[in-house]
């Protein structure tokens, strides 16, 4: 049928209703007419014209062919309310093929379908509602103006409560979806950043707003205020500062009132939510432009209460990862996060070339805590800290790697020796001190090269050992040729600590003569290393690992037995009254149980104790004199002999020298090589004759030529031990000296 048979149509003319009351009009229904005939177009618009429902008028949408109507349906979707769809267009089921497309492979549910048609015998009516997703059949004749109102009001409101049950469901989804997610996320900034933004997807509408909380709950402000916890939009710059930065006085006083009451406001441009979780109370304020539904506050409510929990995760794990990750004086992050800070540096998206890591370590810091007490230590690391923030600011990260160490990542313009080292120039206030400062700092350029984070912050630290080892200057740049020393530094203690459980260390003797007579008086215990293919490592290389390390004391013990052993084997030999000469270092004197071992080693070996001489150096006597002083008196008292090795080559203090409970003087090698025919020593004879004054005997060692001995005893030196009269070595070959000297 061509559309010009329907000109006359009822449509036209059957008006028996007159337009109601129209309120305030906030918005449209969309209809989409689909038909071949422009004027069915025309009358339809005519009758609807004045149609309000809900406060919202028909807007209407056309399309001349099915084709069309497609295009249009499948760019409008689910904002179309309404669908007049011809049957009969540029097919004989065009309509039908529409409804069938839109429902089944556009999956486009929520708009009603009215099929209208002239030609009711192309598509029956019980076949076409059983076989199509539509939801009326309508003749054309049969629709006068007001059976067509009655079916559009009736179409709107089923359109109306469909759109509403499934906003609701969406809402449920979003809300366990959105909830699942926000319950995995544990940064509170991250989780409030994604309320603000579920909550804008669940009314479906673009929202700025923040999550607000009062400081003490969640972050590490000292005061209680409302900060910005997590913010989007406009508000987005806000986050972690005060509320009033807002400088909005209807949000504070909002989101004030809605802490305060402890409930929901909503109003016309805006609402603000209340978040109720043990304690972790927060406000959600959105801007919105529009009041929220009735529907939308249901489904916020029931979104709301199921977040609570993880907002309550959220801040547990901040208060965990601030107690793992950040330090709990200076509030910088500690080593770990440091560590982490370094990982993310060596990203490839963030690694930068002109980046440099700094370690800071305040020189003699325990000074501090020892003489002024650990609150004005604490105050100073707090200065320290401020004025590491102060001189940069936020181009600069930080952190506090040990007890007087700090960290840095950040250009090279800023982190640099110069601008350290002015820093350090002005004092710092700890508590009611104002103290002057100093500092060692290591430096580590970050390349390019990806690297972790712990390796970065292990060249860092090899060049702050280098600076603290340096005379010259206070800072050092890390070096490969750096890390290749100090791994072989660490694999040689690795080799030592093995070889001691193993036994493999040595001790050799050299035999020590009374110049007088030359016959053997004692024996100094000497350290060896052997290594597989025969050769020896000197103990000028491994004694100061070993000492380093902590080592020392381990090997202080087992050479003080060893030489018991050999003391004792000696003595069932026939060989009574010979003394061992033992050398002890300063760590092992920082032993607490230093003492307490030495004396049941001797006790449990059955050997004299006067036949234990312990050999302390000038520099062990500097380090630390009072711990040295109170051990050896308390070993004196024991029976143990001490004698002071390499005595000249130091700075000794006279005054600590009286004080020590000394029973021999020990003249440097370096002082008799000064030996020569027609030349005087002068240092060793001051030294043999200090020894003569203060009651001790004396004993040069390196002495390896006839003339250095008889200088010696002329000067009245009491022993001597060189190669002139035996070299070190092992105990198989000293019981061999030892008969060949009785023979």
């Not at 084709?67 to 249009?72: G, H």
């Not at 062990?620 to 005595?647: N, S, T, W, Y």
């Not at 030349?679 to 004396?698: D, M, P």
């Not at 001597?720 to 030892?738: D, I, N, S």
Request: glycine share 6%; charged share 20%; hydrophobic share 40%.
């Amino acid at each position: 049928m061509t559309p010009s048979k329907y000109e006359n149509d009822e449509l036209v003319f059957l008006s028996e209703d007159t337009p109601s009351d129209i309120s305030e009009i906030t918005g449209v229904w969309n209809v989409l007419v689909v038909d071949d005939d422009e004027e069915i177009h025309s009358v339809t618009r005519l009758a609807l014209s004045d149609l309000v429902l809900n406060d919202k008028n028909l807007h209407f949408i056309h399309a001349y062919s099915g084709s069309e109507a497609l295009k249009i349906i499948e760019s409008m979707g689910s904002s179309i309310a309404i669908i007049l769809l011809d049957v009969v267009m540029e097919a004989d089921d065009a309509g039908l093929t529409v409804a069938r497309i839109m429902r089944e492979e556009m999956k486009i549910l929520e708009p009603r379908i009215i099929l209208r048609t002239g030609q009711p015998g192309y598509a029956p009516e019980e076949q076409v509602i059983k076989d199509y997703d539509i939801n009326d059949y309508k003749t054309k004749t049969e629709l006068t103006r007001s059976k067509l109102v009655t079916t559009i009001i009736a179409s709107l409101r089923s359109y109306q409560q469909i759109l509403s049950i499934n906003q609701s469901r969406q809402g449920l989804q979003k809300i366990i979806v959105s909830s699942a997610n926000l319950m995995e996320e544990n940064s509170v900034k991250s989780f409030c950043e994604g309320v603000v933004t579920q909550i804008s997807s669940l009314i479906g509408l673009e929202a700025g707003g923040i999550v607000c909380a009062k400081a003490g709950s969640v972050l590490d402000k000292e005061d209680d205020g409302i900060y910005v916890l997590g913010a989007a939009g406009e508000f987005a710059p806000y986050i972690n500062k005060s509320l009033e930065n807002l400088h909005n006085a209807q949000i504070v006083k909002f989101v004030n009132s809605c802490l305060q009451l402890k409930k929901h406001i909503f109003e016309q441009e805006f609402s603000v939510l209340y978040i109720n979780s043990s304690g972790y109370d927060a406000a959600v304020y959105l801007q919105i432009g529009s009041e929220i539904s009735t529907v939308d506050q249901q489904l916020l409510e029931v979104f709301l209460s199921s977040i609570s929990i993880g907002y309550e995760n959220a801040n547990l794990f901040h208060q965990l990862r601030t107690a793992a990750f950040k330090d709990w004086l200076t509030k910088l992050p500690n080593r770990s996060e440091f560590i982490n800070m370094l990982d993310g540096c060596s990203d490839a998206k963030n690694k930068s070339l002109d980046s440099v890591v700094a370690l800071i370590d305040i020189n003699h810091f325990a000074d501090i805590n020892d003489g002024l007490g650990q609150d004005v230590g604490n105050s100073t690391l707090l200065a320290v800290t401020q004025r590491l923030e102060e001189t940069f600011l936020d181009k600069v990260k930080m952190g506090r790697i040990g007890s007087d160490v700090f960290g840095l990542i950040g250009p090279d313009f800023f982190v640099n020796p110069q601008t350290l080292n002015e820093m350090f120039l002005a004092p710092f206030k700890g508590g009611e001190h104002t103290l002057p400062l100093s500092a060692s700092f290591g430096f580590c350029r970050l390349d390019g090269k990806m690297q972790t984070g712990i390796n970065i912050l292990k060249h860092s630290n090899i060049a702050l050992n280098q600076a603290k080892k340096s005379l010259n200057t206070n800072f050092a740049y890390y070096a490969p040729e750096m890390e290749a020393e100090t791994t072989w530094r660490l694999d040689t203690i690795r080799q030592l600590n093995r070889d001691l459980e193993a036994k493999r260390l040595q001790l050799w003797y050299q035999p020590q003569v009374n110049l007088v007579s030359e016959k053997i008086v004692g024996m100094e215990a000497l350290l060896r290393w052997p290594m597989s293919d025969g050769s020896y490592i000197s103990p000028t290389v491994f004694v100061p690992l070993a000492e380093y390390s902590g080592l020392i004391i381990d090997i202080g013990i087992w050479v003080l037995e060893e030489s018991c052993r050999k003391l004792n084997a000696l003595s069932k030999q026939g060989y009574t009254g010979l003394r061992m000469a033992v050398n002890i270092s300063m760590p092992q004197f920082r032993d607490p149980n230093f003492v307490i071992r030495v004396k049941n080693i001797i006790t449990e070996s059955a050997v004299a104790p006067d036949m234990i001489e312990l050999e302390i150096t000038e520099s062990v006597v500097m380090d630390e004199p009072q711990i040295v002083i109170e051990a050896l008196k308390e070993l004196k008292r024991f029976g143990v002999k001490v004698a002071i090795d390499d005595f000249g080559t130091g700075f000794s203090s006279m005054s600590y020298l009286q004080q020590l409970p000394l029973d021999r003087l020990k003249v440097d090698r370096s002082f008799v090589n000064e030996i020569t025919p027609g030349k005087s020593a002068f240092i060793a004879e001051t030294i043999v004759t200090l020894g003569n004054k203060l009651g001790l005997s004396t004993i040069a060692e390196g002495v390896e030529k006839r003339e250095q001995a008889s200088y010696m005893l002329e000067l009245g030196c009491d022993e001597a031990q060189g190669y002139l009269f035996a070299k070190p070595m092992p105990y198989e070959q000293l019981l061999e000296f030892l008969l060949s000297q009785d023979q």
